[in-house]
């Protein structure tokens, strides 16, 4: 059936974004119409006045974007599909638009996150998620992470500038180190006339690597205990940016060195580590999770922290041995 777009009501947390590929599909709606109905529900009607007509209320529930396109469009009918619904009950609504929506295969994995977020909100757990949706605990969890990005790299993955596996590897530093390691990587990818997703993978890794080592290495406490955070590094006379090229410039060093020497077995202990988690945490992801966590998920994640935690004293040494080799050398 036909409504009136002005009988649509929608909650403001439903409200679209604008989206990649927004202006395309605006000028399809524009060409075609909408080729499909939206879902609503229909509202319990509300006294009017003796004169006013007592135009039905329906709520949105599933087809924001062909909504909110047809009414940017200045449509004023729209084809409606009435559920059978609890119009009361927001946790169902949401279930019945996150089943629709994830036969979408173009959805990006910072709005996966956030339908994820409001079903929790609604009272539905992670294993109902992803019982509901047909999809690993695994899944659920790394498009969960996707909200813990800052704003800017969200919005980037929403507009696909940024890859989701990029964006993982920026998960594993805190607010202000996320700042500083995509200011960076924008740096990076500006020198090559490009966008942050054309930027190497391994790279974006040891970018977050160095950030997360100085992160470590400035999260030391000083004599009072009190902890050393960035802000104040500058005020112990730290640079920080000259603290983060010289470790570029010794990582590099050490790689050279090893090709130098054709140390085949050279191998960097961080990336090793590392290695191994991901290992763990493909295993996980072929796993069967949906009664809990697999041990191999346990697994990793406990190697993530101890990663967090030796990283700057395994540079350490590193260098250390780095310095001593090239003394050795020049003695020679």
Aim: hydrophobic share 40%; charged share 25%; net charge positive.
């Amino acid at each position: 059936m036909k409504v009136l777009t002005s009988q649509i009501v929608v909650r403001q947390d439903d409200l679209p974004d604008e989206w990649l590929g927004a202006h395309e599909f605006t000028a399809s709606i524009q060409e075609r119409g909408v080729q499909q109905p939206i879902q609503v529900v229909r509202l319990p009607d509300t006294p009017r006045g003796k004169h006013k007509k007592n135009l039905p209320r329906y709520l949105l529930i599933h087809g924001r974007h062909r909504w909110w396109a047809a009414k940017r469009m200045g449509q004023k009918e729209i084809d409606v599909e009435i559920v059978k619904l609890d119009p009361n009950n927001r946790r169902q609504h949401l279930e019945f638009a996150l089943v629709s929506n994830e036969v979408q295969t173009d959805v990006d994995a910072v709005t996966r996150g956030k339908r994820y977020q409001q079903l929790i909100d609604a009272g539905a757990t992670v294993q109902e998620i992803a019982s509901l949706t047909k999809k690993s605990i695994a899944f659920i969890y790394q498009h969960l992470d996707m909200l813990k990005l800052n704003p800017p790299i969200q919005q980037a993955v929403q507009w696909g500038r940024v890859l989701f596996s990029q964006a993982r590897e920026l998960l594993r530093l805190d607010a202000d180190a996320q700042t500083e390691a995509w200011n960076e990587l924008v740096s990076r990818a500006q020198a090559r006339n490009g966008e942050i997703k054309a930027v190497p993978l391994n790279e974006v890794r040891n970018v977050v690597r160095a950030f997360k080592a100085l992160g470590a290495a400035h999260n030391k406490h000083d004599g009072n205990g009190n902890g050393l955070h960035r802000e104040n590094a500058k005020a112990v006379g730290d640079d920080w940016s000259g603290v983060y090229q010289n470790y570029l410039r010794a990582n590099s060093l050490a790689t050279q060195q090893a090709e130098d020497k054709n140390h085949g077995d050279a191998i960097d202990p961080v990336a090793m580590l590392e290695e191994i988690v991901h290992e763990l945490m493909a295993l996980a992801d072929t796993s069967d999770e949906r009664s809990g966590e697999s041990q191999a998920r346990k697994l990793a994640r406990k190697l993530y922290s101890t990663i967090a935690q030796i990283e700057p004293l395994l540079r350490q040494a590193q260098f250390k041995n780095i310095a001593s080799n090239g003394n050795g050398r020049r003695q020679r």
